[in-house]
C-alpha cells in the first residue's frame, strides 16, 4: 500500500521535486542507476501498489509480460504443406492445388488443367488463421466499433432536420438527442451522451471526483496509479456518509416527531390555538411567556367580520322566517353588506306591508265585491251609451293594425322614413282591442 504522509513531509516533496525540475537538485534514480527525468509525472513513476516496488522506477511502464520470441512477421510467405501425386476431388482445376479454387488461381492459365491431364500437381499452401481478441478497444486494432443492427433505423434518418444533433459520418456518433421532444417512453436513442451520465460510467465519474477532493485534502491517493485503492476508499465514504443520514434522521425525528408514523398526534397540537406570545432562545428555551396547557377554542376562525358588519353570521334568529342571520342589520342573507339601522327600519315596514297586504286580501276573499254590469271602454273608461263606430272607419283601422303586426314581426319591410301621428279615434282603439291577443283566454292558440 502506498504510504501516508503528513502535510509537512508532503511540502517538502513538493519543494524537492520543483528544485529537480529547475535543475538545482540532482535526479532521481532508480534500482538500475538510471536517472528518471523529474518532468515526467507522479502517477507515471509510482508503480502499482500490487508490485511491491522498493523505489522509484519505469519498469512498471515497460511490456515486461512480452514474449522473447515474438516476431511482427506473422504471415509465412510462400510456405508450402503437402504435394499431392494425382488430382483431388474439389482441388483446383488448373493446378490441383486443394487451398483454392480456378477462379482465385494464382498461376498462369494452362491449356489442359491439372484436372484433365493428372500432371505437375500443385503444393497447397500454408493457410495462416487470423487470431482476432476482442479487447475493452473494441476488437484487435483496439478501434472502437460504433455498429448497428441492419433492421434498426439509422442514427442520420431520426431527424432530418439540418439543425437538430451533429452526425460525424467517421466514427458514426452523434453525441446529442436527434429527437428532444418527443415522449421518452417511445424512442429508442437518446444520444450517445446518454451512456454517459448512465450505468456505469456515471459510477466512474464519481470515483474520479470523489479522488481528486480526497486530495485536495491531504489524502495520498491517485485514480490511475492506485485505482482499487481508490475505490476502497469511495466505498468506505459511502458507506460512512450513509450511516451519517441514518443517524441525522433518527436524531431529527427523535426531537420532532414524525408525521408519517400511526401515532396519533395530541390535541394540542391539532387543534391548539391562542393569542399567548412565547419566545425562545436558539437553544430552545423558554424566553418570555408562560408554557401552560390552554384550552382550544376552535378549529375555525373566530370573530371575523365581513362587508362592514358588527356582527357574524348566526348571531340572530328570525322566528318568523326559521332561518339564521346577522344580528346587527337583521339580514338573512349570508355575505350580504351591512346596511345597520337604515336595513332594519326597511324590513320591518316591508314586514308591516306585507301583513297589511295579506289581511287585506284574507278580507277580500270573505265578502267579494258584486260583479258590475257595465262594459268598460278599451281605454279604461265607461262604454258611453252615444258611442257610434264607422263601419267603413273600422276596416280601415282593421288594415292598418294588421300591416303595422307584419312590420312588427319582420323589420325588413318596415319603411326608412317613418310617419307618425298621436290622433287615435275610437275606430283605432277598437281595431287594436280586436286584434289584441288576450293571453288569459282559452282561445288566444287560434287567434292569428
Not at 485536495?216 to 482499487?228: I, T, Y
Amino acid at each position: 500500500m502506498v504510504g501516508f504522509k503528513s502535510r509537512v513531509e508532503k511540502r517538502k516533496q513538493e519543494e524537492l521535486e520543483e528544485a529537480r525540475k529547475a535543475g538545482l537538485e540532482p535526479a532521481e534514480v532508480d534500482e538500475d542507476g538510471k536517472e528518471i527525468n523529474p518532468h515526467i509525472p507522479q502517477y507515471m513513476v509510482q508503480a502499482p501498489w500490487y508490485i511491491n516496488p522498493a523505489g522509484p522506477s519505469l519498469k512498471h511502464q515497460k511490456n515486461w509480460k512480452s514474449d522473447p520470441n515474438y516476431t511482427k512477421s506473422w504471415y509465412d510467405r510462400g510456405a508450402k504443406t503437402y504435394q499431392a501425386n494425382k488430382y483431388r476431388k474439389g482441388a483446383c482445376e488448373n493446378c490441383g492445388a486443394m487451398t483454392h479454387n480456378a477462379k482465385s488461381c494464382m498461376e498462369r492459365p494452362r491449356q489442359k488443367g491439372a484436372k484433365f491431364t493428372n500432371k505437375n500437381i500443385a503444393p497447397d499452401e500454408k493457410i495462416e488463421v487470423e487470431k482476432r481478441v476482442r479487447t475493452t478497444g473494441g476488437g484487435s486494432t483496439g478501434t472502437v466499433r460504433n455498429l448497428r443492427i441492419r433492421e434498426d433505423v439509422a442514427k442520420y434518418l431520426l431527424n432530418l432536420d439540418p439543425n437538430s444533433a451533429y452526425y460525424d459520418p467517421k466514427t458514426r456518433s452523434m453525441r446529442e438527442d436527434p429527437l428532444p421532444d418527443a415522449d421518452p417512453n417511445e424512442k429508442f436513442y437518446g444520444g450517445d451522451n446518454q451512456c454517459r451520465v448512465s450505468g456505469q460510467a456515471l459510477e466512474f465519474k464519481q470515483l474520479n471526483v470523489h479522488a481528486w477532493e480526497a486530495f485536495k485534502k491531504g489524502e495520498d491517493v491517485h485514480m490511475q496509479a492506485a485505482p482499487s485503492q481508490a475505490e476502497l476508499l469511495f466505498r468506505n465514504f459511502k458507506v460512512s456518509k450513509e450511516k451519517l443520514k441514518s443517524k441525522t434522521k433518527d436524531l431529527i425525528m427523535e426531537k420532532y416527531g414524525n408525521v408519517a408514523s400511526e401515532e396519533e398526534m395530541p390535541k394540542e397540537l391539532l387543534l391548539g390555538q391562542s393569542e399567548r406570545q412565547v419566545e425562545y432562545d436558539r437553544a430552545g428555551r423558554v424566553i418570555k411567556g408562560l408554557m401552560e396547557i390552554l384550552i382550544p377554542k376552535s378549529k375555525y376562525e373566530e370573530d371575523v367580520f365581513l362587508n362592514n358588519h358588527t356582527s357574524v353570521w348566526g348571531s340572530w334568529w328570525n322566528i318568523d322566517a326559521h332561518q339564521w342571520g346577522y344580528q346587527c342589520c337583521k339580514q338573512l342573507i349570508r355575505n350580504s353588506y351591512c346596511t345597520g339601522l337604515a336595513g332594519i327600519e326597511a324590513s320591518e315596514a316591508a314586514i308591516d306591508l306585507m301583513k297589511a297586504n295579506i289581511a287585506r286580501k284574507a278580507t277580500s276573499e270573505e265578502s267579494p265585491a258584486p260583479a258590475q254590469g257595465k262594459q268598460l271602454a278599451i281605454w279604461g273608461t265607461d262604454v258611453p251609451d252615444d258611442l257610434v263606430l264607422d263601419e267603413k272607419l273600422l276596416s280601415m283601422a282593421l288594415k292598418k293594425e294588421d300591416e303595422r303586426r307584419r312590420e312588427e314581426k319582420d323589420e325588413r319591410k318596415r319603411k326608412f322614413n317613418v310617419s307618425w301621428n298621436d290622433e287615435v279615434t275610437a275606430e283605432d282603439m277598437e281595431a287594436y282591442r280586436v286584434r289584441k291577443i288576450h293571453h288569459d283566454g282559452p282561445m288566444k292558440d287560434f287567434i292569428s
